[in-house]
């Protein structure tokens, strides 16, 4: 099993940045997959990006250009660079780790908000 922390969340204004991290408990290396979720209230955890085991980065379409994922392995750290922030990117942002294709894990979340 592995252990996931998010940090890098707060409060910014509308076209600003931030850096989201997510720190694994072990090396994450050789897990199938990892990515950022966001969810906001009274609506679905949809995805925002994932890194796959090759390297191979998806974005949802909301923040493609605007948001980059990374990972480093040395340091077991996924980052989230989001740039140009808007206010309908504010929510509650999850970091997964795929262990497989059938099991995910789950941190804690840590709260992005974006004022207008």
């Known amino acids: 099993q592995v252990q996931l922390v998010e940090s890098g969340g707060g409060l910014v204004q509308a076209g600003g940045s931030l850096r989201l991290s997510c720190v694994a408990s072990r090396s994450i290396s050789s897990l199938y997959a990892m990515g950022w979720y966001r969810q906001t209230p009274g609506k679905q955890r949809e995805l925002v990006a994932v890194?796959?085991?090759?390297?191979?980065?998806n974005y949802a379409d909301s923040v493609k250009g605007r948001f980059t994922i990374s990972k480093d392995n040395a340091r077991n750290t996924v980052y989230l660079q989001m740039n140009s922030l808007k206010p309908e990117d504010t929510a509650v942002y999850y970091c997964a780790a795929d262990i497989s294709l059938r099991s995910r894990v789950w941190g804690q979340g840590t709260q992005v908000t974006v004022s207008s």
């Open positions: 890194v796959l085991l090759g390297g191979n980065t």
